[in-house]
């Protein structure tokens, strides 16, 4: 019994040393939460006096960290940034390529949102090098135009500037939006055409008076919809439209509109680009974009991202972070109040919508981006009421909503510090946004998601700034482009005479310049590059030998002038690449 005691007390150490010691370490994991909320009177008191210049300069300091820095990613981005450079350099304002290739995927709004901030920032002389952030604004000004418009509806329809306020501010420190304000794609830009659109249909639910000029800007920002991304904002407008009119018992109120003109109006910015890119691809761009890219989304998983049903769902508390909490008690509270006009309303923009995104089998996180307002809404609802009347159901609700939280900060922190070790960069790369990352999550367990989003500026600069950029291995285009460059300083600026085997990325293509020639083998490539004064030649491993090989036929020593090797992250694998200059 003796040397039983003894060995209870050895065991039971741990657990009294922890216990000993917890209150110093809840001081210090409370220390974060108790700073920021002495700062919170401050912060509240310039909100509440400005509220929309607050969200806009809330998100500038979101994100602009790594919005110069970062290269450009592959594929969309920069097969999107690629067909702007081509307008701007050629002049053709209607056709969209990608090279020597059309891209008949998307209309040309995103392109004709990109090329004035393209050429402002050529004629300045800040973009000589074609750097990718020029293409970036117009991705950044519709994630500003979205947190506005979010602000609007939450001061209309839930007749509140506290919850328009804290909605936007949600909004704008989400993990999904800051990643999509990075990119120089369509998804921002989609999100504030479409959020745009809502706001004026939420006031015309509302029953509060639509002039002429709210009526054009609905129209508009659905045309501006149609051209950037085709049917999406359409059918999410509609869906809402029709949603919230049959749960609602009532139609008149779409009156106010003004389909008379609108109609026409709508007409009037959509058809003349349409007419002009049938006409000139002979409606090759229809039977492409329609019967290829959108009736292959439909049919299934198109280009390996088919997943099941739910999978967005499965995703919402990671890409709403650091709301996570607040969205899903919304979402609780919504079903309890959702008779209420206002909670109607956003169901009725949310779960329609919803539906389509899951049952399509292509899936990828940002498709449901448009509906994120409405989500963002129902919790600034359920913040601003504290949930009256739910103690039940928040009382089942809030334990899996703090199990989700903590689920998604630790994959961020996670993610922070296992990728530097994965891809072989320093591993302290990851600390400062993993260890920022436990002051935001805990301000948002305290329900303080203005601080939070206040305190998510240094963790996205952490990320998005520092760490990322700083990944080599995956940014292999600028580090190609680099040693082509060091090697041959006279290489043209757009491509010419530039050849590329197993390594065909478009970031690439729209670093090098559109003219680079994509080939299938090495001896093909000797060939080519054997035959001109001056080239150059990316060459992958597995074709190392033919090149070699062509180049000898040819009396050529091919000796390399470099080697990049990485991880061609779209497509999963390690690529290593020889640079070979004449």
Known sequence: ??????????????????????????????????????????????????????????????????????????????????ATRQMVETGDYVRIMNGAEPRSKKPIGIHWLQAPFVLAARAAGVATDNPIWPYRIASLLGGLLAVVATEAIGRTLLASRRAGLLAGAMLGASVILTVETHLAKTDA?????????????????????????????FWIALGAGILIKGPITPMVVGLAAAGASLAGGRVA?????????GVPLLAAVVLPWFIA??????GAFFAQAVGGDLGQKLAGGAESHGALPGLHLLLLPFLTFPSTMPILLGLAAAVAHRREPATLFLLAWLLPAWLVFEAVPTKLPHYTLPLYPALFLLAASFLETRGAALSTVLRLVRPWAM????????GLAGAALAVPIILHAPPWLGVPAALLTVPVAWLAFRSRPLVAAACAVPLYAALLQWEVPRLDAVWISPRALASLRAAWPGVPADGADVFAVGYAEPSLMFLAGPRIHWLPTGALAARAWSRLPHAAAFIAA?????????AGHAGIAAKPAARIDGIDYARGKGVELELFVR
């Open 277 to 282: 890119i049938g006409i000139d691809t002979h």
């Open 1 to 82: 019994m003796k040397n039983f005691a003894r060995l209870a007390a050895v065991a039971d150490f741990p657990y009294r040393a922890a216990v000993a010691g917890f209150p110093y370490l809840a001081a210090v994991a409370d220390f974060p939460y108790r700073a920021a909320v002495a700062g919170f009177p401050y912060l509240a008191a310039v909100a509440g006096r400005r509220p929309r210049i607050f969200l806009v300069c809330l998100c500038l300091a979101l994100w602009l960290p790594g919005l110069f820095v970062l290269p450009p990613t592959d594929r969309d981005e920069s097969r999107f940034a690629l």
């Open 542 to 550: 597995p074709e190392l030998a033919s090149f070699e090989a062509g």
């Open 189 to 217: 830009a989609l999100l504030g055409a479409t959020t745009l659109a809502m706001a004026v249909l939420a006031r015309a639910w509302s029953g509060l008076p639509v002039v002429r000029a709210r009526a054009a800007i």
């Open 253 to 261: 109120w779409l009156g106010c509109l003004r389909p008379a003109w």
């Open 403 to 410: 199990g989700l939280l903590g689920m998604a900060s630790v």
